[in-house]
């Protein structure tokens, strides 16, 4: 028999690869070394009450067409809730709408847009000339910002600083996990180009109505269906390089003999695995020790009342970014979540003042919240919970396959959120990482396509 396909980590990456490999007959073997899938998108039992938490709200959108196709063939598309309108905060009054009207991308969001009102005219007019410079810009023009912090593009459209403070940091630090003084300007503009500009059913947001962990339980039965097998529980130490080819992978229970090996791990852990030698062998890993990441803070709080009226909250220009109305858990309790993202000024916080600080930018922006305080709470720190897509990045982020020019390991493939996908570190580029090492290993197949451009947004460059 043919050595399975070592598909090492069962986060998103190797899910997405495993998936698709496995569809196509191959067999397949998933390692990872926790006792679940799901990788940094997954849930955990909260040991102070059992109840089962998600590390931290997880959003897409419906430009992540490689994740929604993963989606639904695990069958679990329906698990997705859609929301059109995203809520932003603007306290004392009600939330401001962003909801795509009827006048087609990237005109979509006008009408609500000069209706929000936490934003004076000068910033809404600043915030449209960058826009529209993005437009003009196009797919090819954002290209040449890489490398460049997104905040010298804002500079060079004079953007106020209402409009940097309450528009794009709240949008680029939630999607990018950094701030726009240090994020690479191209990782950005792709989240506004392709997530905001390019046609209305891009920026709808999908929420997961169920813990994460249960959309992955459909992926074992594909692999196992197809002959593969998962482990969970097990830890790759060592990829056993003979001098040509990654003959197996040595795993704290043994060793597995492969006729492909795809990482599927972050760069810090793969570097763990790899020898100098194998390091020495294939241009990708030779940077992996030049990657920095990003922190997020998930915060689970559980109310004796109902606390928020619309389903999400953007807090513009607060250290709290997002507030979830994550509805009633089975102990009756009202859940509401709060994300900050790079947050590294709150890594050496404790819970107690984690949750202070929440709670004042909650009662902000929900003054009627005045007063009540959580019955419990939980907070969740992710201090590596993404790499940072600081300006230069995309030299360091290695491709899926060994490179042609520079060479490399012939069944060695890499995949994760950090390699080279073309977007940046999220679920989509984790499962399109995937997708594209599975291609390169089946030699067909390829990424979903992306949302059709409106035929404005066409006419105008996008
Ligand atoms: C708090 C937080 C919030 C986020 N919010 C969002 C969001 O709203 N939207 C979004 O799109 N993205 C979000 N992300 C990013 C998203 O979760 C990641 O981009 C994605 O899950 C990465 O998937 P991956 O498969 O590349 O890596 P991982 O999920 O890290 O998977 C790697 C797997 O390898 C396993 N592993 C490690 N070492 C070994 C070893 N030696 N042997 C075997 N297995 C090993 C790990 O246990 C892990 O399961 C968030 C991330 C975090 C942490």
Redesign the pocket.
Known sequence: MIAPVVV???????ISAAVRLSSAGRRVVV????GKLG???TSFVDPRDGTTLD??????MGCCTNLLDLYERLGVLDAIRWHPTIHWANPPHEPDAMVPGWCPAPAHFMGSFLRMRFLSRKSKRAVARAMWQMIRLGRDGRGRWSGRPFVEFLAASAQTPEATEKFWDPIVTSACNLPCASVDASSAMLVFQQGFLQDSWSPVMGLPSVPLISLYDPAVKIIETAGGSVRLGE??LALSYDGSRIAAVVTDEGSIECSVAIC???PD?LLK?CSETLRRADSRLARLDEFTFSP?L?VHLFFDQKVMRTPHLVLPGRRTHWLFDKGIDSWGRHHVHAVISAADAWMDLDEGDIVARVMTDLVWAIPQASGIEPLAYRTVK?RR??IACTPGIDAIRPGAARDGIRGGIDNLFLA??WCASGWP??????VRSGSMAASAVLGSGGLVGDVPASWLARMLGL
């Open positions: 090492v980590g069962g986060g998103l990456a190797g390692i990872e070394s926790r990788g940094r998108a590390n931290c709200q997880h959003v897409l830890s790759a599927a791990l972050p852990r695995i997020i998930g992710e919970a993404t994760g959120d570190a999220t679920m989509e580029g984790a």
